[in-house]
C-alpha cells in the first residue's frame, strides 16, 4: 500500500483544514485507515481511525468534537476534517493503513505515508 498525504498548511487557531491521503496498492476498501501526529518534540500519537466500512471511527480525546474521518472508497482516500484548530495541534500528520488490533485495541498500522505538516498559530 502507497499513501500519499495532503492539505497540510498554516493556519490561524480557530480555522478549518482538511487532510486528504490517497492510498494505491492494494484492495483499499479492506483495510482501516487512520492519521497519526508527531508534535515537534513529542512522540508520534494517535488521532482517528476508520474501519474499512467507515461505520466504526474512533478520536483521541483531544480532537473529539472538532476533527471529522471519513473515506471514499470510489476515490480510494481517507480525509480528516480539521475544526477550530488550536496551537497544540500543530505538528506533522501521518495516513497510515492497515490498523494491527483495531478497534479491540491500540492501532499498529502496517503501512506509513509521509506527513503533511500542520502548523496552527495563536
Known amino acids: 500500500v502507497q499513501l500519499q498525504a495532503s492539505g497540510g498548511g498554516l493556519v490561524q487557531a480557530g480555522g478549518s483544514l482538511r487532510l486528504s491521503c490517497a492510498a494505491s496498492?492494494?484492495?483499499?476498501?479492506?483495510?482501516?485507515m487512520g492519521w497519526f501526529r508527531q508534535a515537534p518534540g513529542k512522540e508520534r500519537e494517535f488521532v482517528s481511525a476508520?474501519?474499512?466500512?467507515?461505520?466504526?471511527?474512533e478520536y483521541t480525546d483531544s480532537v473529539k468534537g472538532r476533527f471529522t474521518i471519513s473515506r471514499d472508497r470510489t476515490k480510494n482516500t481517507v480525509y480528516l476534517e480539521m475544526n477550530s484548530l488550536k496551537p497544540e495541534d500543530t505538528a506533522v500528520y501521518y495516513c497510515?493503513?492497515?490498523?494491527?488490533?483495531?478497534?479491540?485495541?491500540?492501532?499498529?498500522?502496517?503501512?506509513w505515508g509521509k506527513g503533511t505538516l500542520v502548523t496552527v498559530s495563536s
Open positions: 497510515a493503513a492497515a490498523l494491527i488490533n483495531w478497534p479491540s485495541g491500540s492501532a499498529r498500522p502496517a503501512y
Open positions: 496498492g492494494r484492495a483499499f476498501s479492506q483495510i482501516s
Open positions: 476508520i474501519s474499512w466500512s467507515g461505520s466504526t471511527t
